[in-house]
C-alpha cells in the first residue's frame, strides 16, 4: 500500500488531481473520499474524483470552475471543467426509518459522513495537505485485502450493499471480514427494490470481471440472485470473444448466465430488476440460444443466414463455433445490389414474392454463385426448378 505522500504525488500527476489541488487547500474543510482515495492508496486509477464538503458546498463548486449541475435532492453539486468531474456533497450523518428505505439525511462532521459509509477501506478522506481521516482499522484493512462493514446494522439499513461488497471482493480480489460475512448471510435482498437491486446487478455487469463479482454475492447470500442463475458460464469467453464491437457484453454475459433459468421465471426477474423491454428480450432471446440448433448445423452460408438473420449478435455470438463466427464477422454484412424496385422494373408484381426472390439471390450471393448487379438479378428473375425455387 502506498504512503499519504506517494497518494498525493500521484493526485498531483493526474490533471484533475492537479486542478483539485490548485483550487483547494488545508483547512478549506474540503477533502477527496471514497473510492479515488481507496484506490491512490492501492496504486490503482481512480474511476471517479468524490469531495466531501464541510460547510458551502456551492462555493467549493465555484472555486473549481466549470460547469456546475446540482444533481440530486441530497444536495450533491457535479462540476465538469476542462474534462475533469468532481462530484461534490455536503457532509452528511445519515439514519434510516426502516430496513432498505433511503436514508433521511442532515448536515454532519467529517467523521459523520465517513460513519455513514459501506466498509472501512471506502470511509477514508484524503485533505489537500495529505492528512488522512478514516474510520477505525481503515488503513490496516487496505493494507490487509479486508473488507468489513462499518456495524452490525449496516446490511440492514441497506441490503444493497452485499452487491458492493462483492463487487470489491472481485474487483480487488479482497476477503471478507469473518463478521461482515455472517452479516452478510443474514442480508434480506427483499426490503428494497427491485430497481434497486438491478441497478447494482448492472454495476457487477460493468465490472472487469462480472462473473467474479457474481460468483462472489452468490457465496456471501445466494438470495442475491435467482434459482439456475450460473455465476461462471463456460461458454462465455469464447462467446464474448466472437461478440463485434457493435453488441453488448453486458447483455451477453447475462443471457449466459441465465441459459438455465425456467423462461418465465427469467422473464419476470428481468422486468423486477427494471430492465427495459429491448434489454429484457435480447437477454431472454440469447438465453434460449434460439438459432443454436440450426446454426450449428448449417453447411452452406445461406444456410447459415437463414439461421442466424434476425438473431442478435449476442445469441449467435452465445451459440459459438465456426459458423457464428462466420455470420458475426462477415456474412452478416453482405448486402445485394439490387432491391425490390429492380425487380418491379422487371415486372415482377408487387407482394411477397419480391421478398423471396431477393432471399434467393441473397442466397446465391452467399454461396458464391452471384457476384455483381446483373448476376444478382439474373438469380432474382430465374424461374424452374432447383435450389431456391419461388413458389407461387
Ligand atoms: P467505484 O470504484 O465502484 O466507483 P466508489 O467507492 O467510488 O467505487 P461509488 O458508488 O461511487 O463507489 O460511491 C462513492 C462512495 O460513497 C463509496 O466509496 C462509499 O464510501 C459511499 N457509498 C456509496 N454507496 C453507498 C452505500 N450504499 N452505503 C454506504 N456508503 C456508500
Known amino acids: 500500500m502506498r504512503s499519504w505522500q506517494a497518494a498525493l504525488e500521484a493526485l498531483r500527476a493526474d490533471p484533475c488531481g492537479a486542478r483539485l489541488l490548485r483550487a483547494f487547500a488545508a ?42 449541475t446540482a444533481h440530486d435532492r441530497f444536495g450533491t453539486v457535479l462540476v465538469r471543467a476542462d474534462g475533469c468531474a468532481f462530484d461534490l456533497v455536503r457532509a452528511r450523518a445519515e439514519s434510516y426509518a426502516r430496513p432498505g428505505a433511503l436514508p433521511e439525511v442532515r448536515p454532519g462532521t467529517l467523521d459523520e459522513d465517513l460513519q455513514r459509509r459501506d466498509v472501512t477501506i471506502n470511509a477514508i478522506a484524503l485533505g489537500f495537505d495529505g492528512t488522512l481521516t478514516t474510520v477505525d482499522r481503515a488503513l490496516d484493512d487496505l493494507a490487509a485485502g479486508v473488507l468489513r462493514v462499518l456495524h452490525d446494522a449496516s446490511f440492514v439499513d441497506d441490503p444493497t450493499r452485499v452487491w458492493r461488497v462483492a463487487r470489491y471482493a472481485a474487483r480487488l480480489g479482497f476477503g471478507v471480514e469473518e463478521r461482515t460475512r455472517s452479516l452478510a448471510a ?21 465490472e472487469p470481471d462480472p462473473p467474479a463479482a457474481f460468483a462472489a454475492v452468490l457465496d456471501l447470500n445466494p438470495r442475491y ?5 450460473e455465476p461462471r458460464p463456460a461458454a462465455l469467453p469464447a462467446a464474448l470473444e466472437l461478440l463485434p464491437d457493435d453488441g453488448r457484453p453486458d447483455l451477453l454475459t447475462l443471457a449466459a448466465c441465465t441459459a438455465g433459468m425456467d423462461a418465465v421465471a427469467l422473464l419476470r426477474w428481468l422486468d423486477d430488476m427494471g ?3 429491448p434489454e429484457r428480450d435480447l437477454v431472454a432471446a440469447a438465453s434460449r440460444f434460439v438459432t443454436g440448433a440450426p446454426l450449428r448445423a448449417a453447411r452452406t452460408n445461406a444456410e ?9 449478435a449476442e445469441a449467435v455470438a452465445l451459440v459459438g463455433g465456426d459458423n457464428a463466427r462466420r455470420w458475426l464477422g462477415e456474412l452478416r454484412h453482405v448486402r445485394l445490389e439490387i432491391d425490390g424496385r429492380d425487380l418491379l422494373a422487371a415486372g415482377i408484381p408487387e407482394g411477397p414474392e419480391i421478398g423471396a426472390r431477393l432471399a434467393r439471390a441473397l442466397d446465391r450471393k452467399l454461396d458464391g454463385e452471384a457476384s455483381g448487379r446483373e448476376e444478382e438479378l439474373a438469380a432474382a428473375l430465374e424461374d424452374g426448378g432447383g435450389r431456391g425455387r419461388v413458389r407461387s
Open 27 to 68: 483547512g478549506d474543510g474540503v477533502h477527496l473520499v471514497g473510492g479515488a482515495v481507496r484506490d491512490l492508496l492501492l496504486a490503482r486509477e481512480p474511476r471517479e474524483l468524490d469531495l466531501v464538503v464541510e460547510g458551502d458546498v456551492d462555493a467549493a463548486a465555484a472555486r473549481l470552475g466549470g460547469e456546475v
Open 186 to 206: 443474514a442480508a434480506d435482498p427483499s426490503t428494497v427494490s427491485g430497481d434497486r437491486l438491478g441497478a447494482e446487478l448492472r454495476l457487477a455487469l460493468r
Open 225 to 229: 440472485l435467482p434459482e439456475g442463475f
Open 275 to 277: 430492465f427495459a423491454a
Open 304 to 312: 447459415i443466414a437463414r439461421a442466424a438473420r434476425g438473431a442478435p
